[in-house]
Nanobody, 116 residues
């Protein structure tokens, strides 16, 4: 069973930065995309950033220009660099790997809190 483990969350002041990591316990065949989601209290989970197998990226409008998603396929790891953080970025952040046979793998989530 593949496990995804996020790390890097925490408490940061507005305007600060955090870098989230998501490590796979082993390689996954047929990866279609990797993505970061977030869920704030009382809100639905939303897609924050996605990177396809071909390397194309897309971002939630509210994080464009502030967040950057990357991957290290050789190390089975994905990253989310978050700069210029705002209080509204506060949420639990989840990573997800989607495969070509329509299977999704999720991490357990990491808390990001932006507050002064």
């Amino acid at each position: 069973q593949v496990q995804l483990v996020e790390s890097g969350g925490g408490l940061v002041q507005p305007g600060g930065s955090l870098r989230l990591s998501c490590a796979q316990s082993r390689s996954i065949l047929g990866i279609r995309s990797r993505a970061w989601y977030r869920q704030a209290p009382g809100k639905q989970r939303e897609l924050v950033a996605v990177i396809t197998a071909g390397g194309s990226t897309d971002y939630l409008d509210s994080v464009k220009g502030r967040f950057t998603m990357s991957r290290d396929s050789a190390k089975n790891t994905m990253f989310l660099q978050m700069d210029s953080l705002k209080p509204e970025d506060t949420a639990v952040y989840y990573c997800k790997v989607a495969t070509t046979n329509n299977r999704d793998y999720w991490g357990q989530g990491t808390q990001v809190t932006v507050s002064s």
